[in-house]
């Protein structure tokens, strides 16, 4: 049998990472780098980069250690600046992205959120915020940079021109999210992300619903992709990080910030967050498809005024999902028509297969109650329907079968009762 070329030794570590195969190959081969998944000296290797617990890195002798290293994923240093499987953790996201050139790895979605902020703004500097921003991501902005003498202002994510407008000489950053993540609109973030590179306004996107397999941000014209790999990547409810994606010199501001402040994720984590990472393909088509199932569902139930599913067709945001977005999540939400406080707990109290939860992107369902008015300061939403109630459920679908959620939901309504 002949060889094939690509198994020759050499050739075999150029295979990995290409940015030309589709991304389910990709999934599988990411971050499985040779140097990271065999023993120095040795032919062969493992499947998954091992857990590489380390603080303390040794040097050969004095001149190595003076030698320096360069400040790099891949060089040994302090088990603060990781080691191998927080190496192949970011190296894989990386490679998520064709035009990125680094990933930063934070300790959840939050502190990737602070930490890019803080390492982007000065005082004097301004930072626009889309108004249906991930509440931490306003109240940093808001509240902790405010006291930096940072200015930060909401924005209609819905309207580009009013948010060109707003770019002052003093705006420095942009933070977009698409959906939000729990009035699901999507905006135009090509538009948007187009306006403020005109300007000079970097673009960072909360790319947690979407992922980059989803949504390519960079690819769509961000500057910086940002994520909660406690959501879809982790997928196991059973990790906490968070990730920020760019070409330089952006990712080398960022890493040189979250140094500072001594950002650091452990290698047992970064393990789990890898080993979600191959699945995370099937398990977003499945709760995907499932989440459309539930959704048509939903929006035929007369006591739902509102499906905000941007997969759904006709639902707001779905001509603008279909023209950016390759692939969605089981994250969604409606508003009830008719319901009070206590019908909804009703509701939701009767629901077996959905957990009452914080958080999403796992495999298993959830259900939270939401208010989607106060999301929103500076337009009514969702957009030219009645909302009813006023009342909301976010629910995230997980892997379980879509008939047993459906039947599940279905007991929750004959809870909750005539309105
Ligand atoms: C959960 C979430 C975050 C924060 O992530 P953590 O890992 O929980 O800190 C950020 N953005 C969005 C959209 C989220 O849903």
Redesign the pocket.
Known sequence: MGRRPGHAQGDRRALLNRSDRRPATRLVELGRRREWTGVPGQPGGVVSPPVWRASTHLYDDCADLAGGRPNEDGHFYYGRRGGPTQWALADALTSLSPAAEGTELFP??????ACTMLALLRPGDEVLVTDNA?E??RNIAMGMLARMDIAARPFDPLDPAGFAAMIGENTKLAML?SPG?LTMEVCDVPALAAEARKRGVVTVI?N??ASPLGFPALEHGCDIDLM????HVGGHSDV???SVTAARPLIDRIRRQAQFMGQVVSPDDAALALRGLRTMGVRLERSTATALELARWLDERPEVAATLSPMLPGAPGHDLWQRDFTGGCGLFSIVLKHADVAARARLIDALDLFGIG???GGFESLAIPFDPAPVHTLRAWPPGIDTGSGLGIRFSTGLEDAGDLIEDLARGFAAMGDP
């Open positions: 959840s979605g939050v502190a990737a959120l991930y931490p991501t999210e993540s909360d947690t619903w909660s790999l406690t959501k906490m990080m968070g914080f958080s999403w």
